[in-house]
């Protein structure tokens, strides 16, 4: 079965059993600042999690791309990808934990002809705050068939999401594993090893917990299902294959990597499998507007890039249009799937960062030779992007070291493992809250920060450009930022202009109202969206002003003001450039 088999597969198994097939969001939240990018299938349905209404109904499923970098080291083995997509289905407030353990091995059975017993689980184990999760255990053991033996019970720790943040919606969580078959890591070897024997293949989170501020955990009235089942580790068992690395979608970039760099795969596994991997992301990263720079998204769309071109220079010596040589093997792959990639600006900003980085490895042979010690060692990793597997390679060939090299190549890791270490904690303190999704600041003052920013579209598109459209925003409780098609820097006076014209609103106090409509409705009323792709059947419009000649009109998911005297005073702080023919706004209300 084809990836692409297997993707519509999913989808119409689901339908069948009363689901309605909405899009992939952005892999660039537009409305949640807590996270960079979307690692989850669940970020863009946090509010009907939460309790919102979905405009769909409350059963729902999809298949939406993902990125997450939490396991970017563990990139190289059989299974691990910093992008990958999810499939996925829930249950808002419909049913719950044996309804949807059903479902999910029904699919495993009925439509990849998994057997019962291919199938590992683990369940949570209970502690003070929450009871063991008995339902989930007998329906595995009693209703599907999978023997005690291979229901594992584990903590918090492995078997429980949530919440988000301090408080909020939790609750246990049930997962399924498929042994790989190689030899166990020890005695007490099973699915929460991190060795390879196990592969995890889906998770169905209950949420039936809320944590209180007090820390206790009370029931929810509306008890939601999440589940998500990885595309590629499917395919890989569907396909009959050792790795993700050796599906069908994977197949053509590794051999494009094998014609460009002379090299075999089978014999350089974990450099193939990094490239890979790294390049398919960025693609996708750009793809949805996180384009390469050095702050937030970007900085890591960068990285990947730079960490990829870093292990084809290890293999080959050189890099050489290389990225536009794999971008079209990607290309070939998705481009009926995920028709974004293939934007004209995602091989430019390939291209462009390819060109930066050959660059620093020039400079950085430079360094190397003038006095090199240890914290210029960290230095090139951490303002130039060179890994220190490449600058030790580099420092090899330049006759860096004495007669006793491998001492001194240990010494130098060992310098860096220090500093990185203190680097990630300073990273983990100064991004707290930061990826853990789910609209953590969709407060009063964020909520504001979304209105205000349909403001600002408005009137860019009525001063500036009529043609001007959103290409990214960033909103929290102190600011917005806001990006947007334009390829001159704007004026002084234009600036004033459009804050005149959006506090000349807030000051009319127009009216915001929603409306749901169907797609096609919305269009017709002249509703403007960002990525319309992303929307299902049904839709959220924001009208802002007299319906008959509007203000704004957007699809949107919300959430807004009712009334713009609720705004305050709109001042833009900065103007710049965000990327080539994109420009960036950050304002405040005060």
């Keep these: ?144 068939g999978i023997p005690e033996e291979r229901i594992y019970k584990y903590p918090k720790e492995e078997n429980w999401w949530g919440p988000v943040s301090e408080t909020g919606p939790c609750g246990p969580c049930t997962e399924m594993f498929i042994d790989t078959g190689i030899d166990p890591c020890g005695d007490n070897c099973g699915p929460s090893c991190k060795c390879d024997k196990f592969v995890e293949i889906g998770n169905n989170v209950f949420m039936e917990y809320f944590k209180t501020a007090e820390g206790k955990f009370e029931k929810l009235e509306q008890k939601n299902v999440d589940v998500g089942l990885g595309l590629e580790r499917l395919a890989m068992f569907s396909q009959n294959k050792k790795s993700v690395f050796e599906i069908d979608i994977f197949e053509p970039i590794i051999k494009k990597i094998e014609e460009i760099s002379g090299k075999k795969h089978e014999d350089n596994q974990k450099e193939f499998r990094i490239i890979a991997d790294h390049i398919r992301a960025a693609v996708f990263a750009i793809s949805d507007g996180a384009v390469p720079s050095n702050k937030g998204a970007g900085y890591i769309t960068r990285r990947l890039i730079r960490r990829a071109l870093a292990y084809f220079y290890l293999l080959t010596g050189k890099i050489d249009n290389t990225l536009e040589k794999l971008y079209g093997s990607i290309r070939s792959i998705y481009e009926v799937e995920y028709p974004t990639i293939t934007d004209k600006n995602v091989l430019k900003e390939l291209t462009s960062e390819e060109i930066k980085f050959g660059s620093i490895l020039v400079s950085g042979i430079d360094l190397i030779a003038k006095n090199m010690d240890s914290d210029r060692f960290f230095d090139l990793y951490q303002s130039h992007g060179l890994y220190p597997e490449i600058t030790l390679e580099l420092m090899e060939n330049k006759g860096f070291f004495s007669e006793d090299k491998e001492k001194e190549k240990r010494w130098y890791l060992n310098e860096f493992d220090v500093r990185y270490k203190k680097h990630q904690e300073l990273s983990r303190t100064a991004s707290a809250g930061m990826f853990k999704g789910g609209l953590a600041d969709a407060g009063g003052q964020a909520t504001k920060y979304h209105t205000a920013t349909h403001l600002l579209l408005a009137a860019l598109k009525k001063l500036i450009d009529p043609n001007i459209i959103q290409r990214g925003s960033n909103i929290t409780a102190e600011r917005l930022r806001f990006d947007f098609n334009y390829p001159e820097k704007l004026t002084p006076e234009q600036i004033r202009q459009i804050e005149d014209l959006v506090n000349e609103q807030i000051q009319n106090d127009l009216p915001v109202v929603m409306e749901e409509m169907t797609l096609d409705e919305a269009k017709k009323s002249g509703a403007k969206g960002i990525f319309e792709s992303k929307y299902g059947e049904r839709v959220k419009v924001y009208t802002i002003g007299d319906p008959a000649e509007p203000f704004s009109r957007e699809i949107c998911g919300g959430p807004h003001v009712a009334h713009l005297s609720e705004l305050g005073h709109f001042k833009v702080q900065k103007e710049e450039s965000s990327s080539a023919g994109v420009r960036r706004i950050k304002a405040m209300l005060e």
């Design 1 to 144: 079965m084809t990836s692409s088999e297997l993707r519509q597969k999913f989808l119409d198994y689901f339908k069948e059993k009363g689901h309605i097939v909405i899009p992939s969001a952005s892999l660039v939240p537009e409305n949640d600042p807590s996270v960079l990018f979307t690692t989850a299938g669940m970020h863009p349905l946090v509010p009907y999690l939460l309790g919102e209404k979905h405009p769909l109904g409350k059963r729902l499923t999809d298949v939406q791309k993902c990125l997450r970098t939490d396991d970017i080291d563990e990139v190289g083995d059989t299974q691990h990808l910093t992008f990958f997509e999810m499939l996925g289905y829930w249950s808002l407030g419909d049913y719950f934990k044996k309804e949807s353990i059903k479902y999910t091995f029904g699919f495993y059975s009925d439509v990849l002809g998994f057997k019962k017993d291919d199938i590992s689980v683990s369940v949570f184990a209970g502690d003070d705050d929450a009871l063991f999760d008995e339902e989930s255990y007998l329906t595995w053991k009693d209703e599907i």
